[in-house]
């Protein structure tokens, strides 16, 4: 009895989540779920990415957490359309949340859209949104043994970026030792490793994201 | 209906947390339940503890991760009893793991015990262990606008130690902002700043476990 009442909630997740996917191909629109641990650096590395391709693409952002609009506020300030998702206790976003938004966004006028997930290493990669992309980032920070700690996200998502790297000096992270655990679980996984901080990378992972865009939608 | 099963889950664990708790306390055990993100610093807080108060009190861990043994091995090699839990999938401890995991420890001779929940900033809160004491780690690195996005957690700990200082001055990191949005929420918790890599502040949180330790047993 308990396991069909999760079966029926993350049936229902996949079928918004494919209509959410129908909505994208018909708008064209090229949708990325970005995941990470809290303050890996999701919001910036999408201010990064905004700054870099705002010429090339529109783009509009939908920020997920559990409470206040920090995250959207920031993305307004850039005059990104944005909308906040507060999820109030959840631990990760939804296809439903995110078609909710949706309705705010004037995704006609959207090529690139960045669903910005809830902070957590977990429970996102349970719940589909729809989206073209799965993203992580990791943060130097965090240590060189996520991969081995959270195997299911990074198995989970298409392409990894580490950011934080202007802190590699400082810190005791053996990126070899980070990168083998990570081939380990997804070899074909897409790698950059930024400083959203200095700017450092960055021009790599836009340049591929725009590639990524034009040969999957 | 799906409440009620939900009711039934929680209650089951808050039994199960309540005999933990007996436990505990028949066997003059201090237990507390640590919680954090992703790299924060947990087990390097542990570590850093079991250096400064292992003549004074005998100390046991329980880690819990997703995969891997990391986190005990650590533990085991400072000559610690250490168990390590295996969630598989699941995002925090719950009262029956911890349960299932102290028949291996020495408990009789033991004054101490950490729970290392897993790394994750939302879901630990809603299950608890039993434990003495529930404190978190902040990491620097996460940015200082996190009590106001993850507000849940902050505001259902007692003590809460902000770790890596030593990388504050290379961070757009605002201790006031930070310390104002933890105020609002949780105007009684304990806060200790500590750099676990330097051993900055460790004394201080240490003097204080041990104090709390005498005040609440």
């Known amino acids: 009895m308990r396991v069909s009442v999760v079966e029926n909630i993350l049936g229902a997740n996949e079928q918004i989540a494919a209509a959410n996917r129908e909505l994208f191909s018909?708008?064209?629109?090229?949708?990325?779920?970005?995941?990470?641990?809290?303050?890996?650096?999701?919001?910036?590395?999408?201010?990064?990415?905004?700054?870099?391709?705002?010429?090339?693409?529109?783009?509009?952002?939908?920020?997920?957490?559990?409470?206040?609009?920090?995250d959207a506020d920031r993305i307004a300030r850039l005059g990104i359309p944005a909308v906040q998702i507060n999820t109030g206790g959840a631990?990760?976003?939804?296809?439903?949340?995110?078609?909710s938004a949706l309705d705010?966004?004037?995704?006609?006028?959207?090529?690139?859209?960045?669903?910005e997930n809830v902070g957590n290493l977990v429970c996102p990669t349970g719940f589909a949104l729809g989206a073209n992309l799965k993203m992580m980032i990791s943060s130097t920070a965090e240590g060189d043994?996520?991969?081995?700690?959270?195997?299911?996200?990074?198995?989970?998502?298409?392409?990894?970026?580490?950011?934080?790297v202007d802190l590699l000096p400082l810190l005791d992270f053996d990126v070899g030792y980070f990168r083998r655990g990570v081939e380990a679980l997804n070899p074909d996984l897409a790698f950059?490793?930024?400083?959203?901080?200095?700017?450092?990378g960055i021009y790599a992972w836009t340049e591929w994201l725009l590639a990524e865009r034009a040969r999957r939608k």
């Open 145 to 164: 043994d996520k991969p081995y700690k959270y195997p299911g996200m990074f198995s989970a998502v298409d392409v990894l970026v580490l950011n934080k």
């Open 26 to 70: 018909e708008k064209g629109v090229f949708a990325v779920n970005v995941m990470a641990g809290p303050g890996a650096g999701k919001t910036s590395l999408i201010e990064r990415t905004i700054e870099a391709v705002r010429e090339q693409v529109r783009i509009a952002v939908i920020d997920g957490d559990l409470a206040s609009t920090i």
């Open 91 to 99: 631990c990760h976003l939804d296809a439903n949340m995110v078609r």
């Open 192 to 200: 950059f490793a930024v400083s959203c901080k200095t700017g450092e």
């Open 104 to 115: 705010q966004l004037p995704l006609g006028e959207t090529d690139l859209l960045f669903l």
